[in-house]
């Protein structure tokens, strides 16, 4: 894990105690865990005083709305942990972003694998700088690493409108989100 400040937990109940007016139950942290499977058996170990308990995730901290719910956590969240907790901050926050906003994983489908190598190819990186605009950061990098204004008179250079070539950019072909650019593949 990245920080294990960050680390991903749980408070499990189950829906028995609830509807019985207690919240009895117990943070779990997920690092503690190698899978879905141990961390539910230690939950059910743990409301073992109930004949059948109906588990209940009242609370979550550091896992993404898209893993989780009130009654489940995603089959793949232990190996996004895993994968995230690999990645630097930076990446890691893309990568919540690209999964959310994006490509809307785990619903479309994809294996973590096929999503990360997906990520990989659209991530551009962050742009959230001095400029305070990520566009036109953007812009600015993507003119001076393809050279496109290269061999230009700097006589001319100088009047390149480089809000305008920005605009154009995003309006098809990237997006940025939270200061994170992606292209649109």
Known sequence: MRNLEN???????????????SLFGKWFDL???AGLKEFLQDCYEFHRNEFDPELMFQDWEDI????ISECSLHKEAFAYFEATGEMDDEAAEAFEIYCKQISFWPS???EL?????????????FFGGSMKDP??????QYIDETGLLS?????????FDYEAFAKDL???GYSVYEGHVFADY
């Open 64 to 67: 993404p709305d898209f893993l």
């Open 151 to 159: 061999g230009v008179p700097q006589a001319l250079e100088r009047y």
């Open 135 to 140: 566009e036109l950061e953007y812009a600015y």
């Open 7 to 21: 680390a991903p937990k749980i408070y499990v109940g189950t829906y028995g105690q609830y509807n019985s007016g």
């Open 170 to 172: 995003f309006l098809e």
């Open 108 to 110: 479309n489908g994809y």
């Open 31 to 33: 690092t503690d865990y």
């Open 113 to 125: 694998d096929d999503q990360l190598e997906s990520f990989r190819e659209s991530y551009r990186g």
